[in-house]
């Protein structure tokens, strides 16, 4: 599905029973909403999904480059343009990676709006993508060896209309000061990051300055744990939201 947006044509796609809690899934960096397909399987009976691209990734097109539609303000106005397309006024948040620093400034901004959110691979620091990579090959290594079934990587989780642009699109969060807003949130998180993730110590550090926040450490998993664990990551996810009693 899409939506016209100023400056951009969103693309959207949504699963599950509108009557459904309405849960809004966020990409990862280099990713596209195709990253939820696997996850969308265990989610879609209990919510109402709502995949997104970003714009300029995925399947979202922009008419042009200029710096100041690519910030998290403007993410969030895209995403309330397609809330308010489907008449959605309450959400839950589920979010990956650098997903989860869009996913944060969403919740700053709209907390009327956020029942509970879910922040995975949550970091606000410095990207340290060769650590990143080496967790994931020791994580894969420690599930072949307890017999973990591997997952097939969903079909276009990674394809761009425009690379170049998708790109460019993760430059809003240089453009976001997420120090500032996160001890503001006080709807129910969760942060829930692998124990092979480099992540794992930026999301303690977050945790340490959320306090209406948990912290869930996903044993034998690594960067990337939507993707590479879509079994663990739903059930822990279905958990959460369940032991919250919300609708």
């Given at each position: 599905?899409?939506?016209?947006?100023?400056?951009?044509?969103?693309?959207?796609?949504?699963?599950?029973?509108?009557?459904?809690?309405?849960?809004?899934?966020?990409?990862?960096?280099?990713?596209?909403?195709?990253?939820?397909?696997?996850?969308?399987?265990?989610?879609?009976?209990?919510?109402?999904?709502?995949?997104?691209?970003?714009?300029?990734?995925?399947?979202?097109?922009?008419?042009?480059?200029?710096?100041?539609?690519?910030?998290?303000?403007?993410?969030?106005?895209?995403?309330?343009?397609?809330?308010?397309?489907?008449?959605?006024?309450?959400?839950?948040?589920?979010?990956?990676?650098?997903?989860?620093?869009?996913?944060?400034?969403?919740?700053?901004?709209?907390?009327?709006?956020?029942?509970?959110?879910?922040?995975?691979?949550?970091?606000?620091?410095?990207?340290?993508?060769?650590?990143?990579?080496?967790?994931?090959?020791?994580?894969?290594?420690?599930?072949?060896?307890?017999?973990?079934?591997?997952?097939?990587?969903?079909?276009?989780?990674?394809?761009?209309?425009?690379?170049?642009?998708?790109?460019?699109?993760?430059?809003?969060?240089?453009?976001?000061?997420?120090?500032?807003?996160?001890?503001?949130?006080?709807?129910?998180?969760?942060?829930?990051?692998?124990?092979?993730?480099?992540?794992?110590?930026?999301?303690?550090?977050?945790?340490?300055?959320?306090?209406?926040?948990?912290?869930?450490?996903l044993e034998g998993v690594g960067h990337g744990s939507i993707l590479q664990r879509p079994d663990l990551t739903v059930e822990n996810f279905?958990?959460?939201?369940?032991?919250?009693?919300?609708?």
């Amino acid at each position: 599905m899409q939506i016209e947006a100023e400056g951009a044509t969103l693309n959207y796609e949504i699963s599950g029973d509108s009557s459904n809690p309405a849960l809004v899934l966020w990409h990862g960096a280099g990713c596209t909403l195709r990253m939820w397909d696997t996850a969308l399987k265990g989610l879609k009976d209990s919510f109402f999904c709502i995949a997104f691209d970003i714009r300029g990734a995925g399947q979202s097109q922009v008419s042009s480059r200029l710096s100041d539609q690519f910030t998290f303000e403007q993410y969030s106005e895209d995403v309330n343009l397609i809330l308010k397309e489907l008449d959605i006024k309450k959400l839950h948040v589920w979010s990956m990676a650098w997903g989860t620093r869009a996913a944060i400034a969403y919740c700053s901004l709209n907390p009327e709006k956020v029942l509970s959110a879910v922040f995975s691979d949550a970091s606000i620091g410095v990207a340290d993508v060769t650590a990143q990579k080496e967790g994931v090959k020791k994580a894969l290594s420690a599930q072949d060896k307890a017999g973990v079934p591997r997952f097939d990587l969903p079909l276009g989780w990674n394809e761009h209309l425009d690379s170049d642009t998708a790109q460019f699109s993760l430059s809003a969060a240089s453009k976001f000061n997420l120090s500032d807003v996160i001890e503001g949130l006080t709807m129910p998180i969760r942060i829930m990051t692998g124990d092979h993730d480099p992540n794992l110590q930026s999301s303690k550090q977050i945790l340490q300055r959320l306090p209406s926040a948990e912290l869930k450490i996903l044993e034998g998993v690594g960067h990337g744990s939507i993707l590479q664990r879509p079994d663990l990551t739903v059930e822990n996810f279905i958990e959460f939201h369940n032991s919250l009693g919300l609708s």
